[in-house]
Nanobody, 125 residues
Framework: QVQLVESGGGLVQPGGSLRLSCAAS????????IAWFRQAPGKEREGVSC????????HYTESVKGRFTISRDNAKNTVYLQMNRLKPEDTAVYYC??????????????????WGKGTLVTVSS
């Protein structure tokens, strides 16, 4: 059974950093593209970043380029999202997603994707 469990969210001040983790079970992460999505209160879901299964190439939505970094540790079957220079507009629930489609821009969800339950990131002073 596919399971994705996010962790690492919390409250951070503007300009601070957090690292989100996505621990997978029931499958090997390195065989599938993995994405991070987020949804802020009252806003639509947004694809933040993805990492491919073939060559670990990555994509980012424009608003996080240069601040966020997605990576994979195959030995731990875990994907990470390092978030630096956080802004209040980064406040959202962040979801880890196993994708059927290839990792490419724009980062979009598909009907066959598998989602974790999410972790809340709050950027506030």
């Amino acid at each position: 059974q596919v399971q994705l469990v996010e962790s690492g969210g919390g409250l951070v001040q503007p300009g601070g950093s957090l690292r989100l983790s996505c621990a997978a079970s029931g499958f090997s992460l390195d065989h599938y593209p993995i994405a991070w999505f987020r949804q802020a209160p009252g806003k639509e879901r947004e694809g933040v970043s993805c990492i491919s299964s073939s060559d670990d190439s990555t994509h980012y939505t424009e608003s996080v380029k240069g601040r966020f970094t997605i990576s994979r540790d195959n030995a731990k079957n875990t994907v990470y999202l390092q978030m630096n220079r956080l802004k209040p507009e980064d406040t959202a629930v962040y979801y880890c997603v196993l994708q059927v489609r290839l990792c490419r821009a724009p980062i979009a969800a598909g009907p066959l994707d598998s989602w974790g339950k999410g972790t809340l990131v709050t950027v506030s002073s």
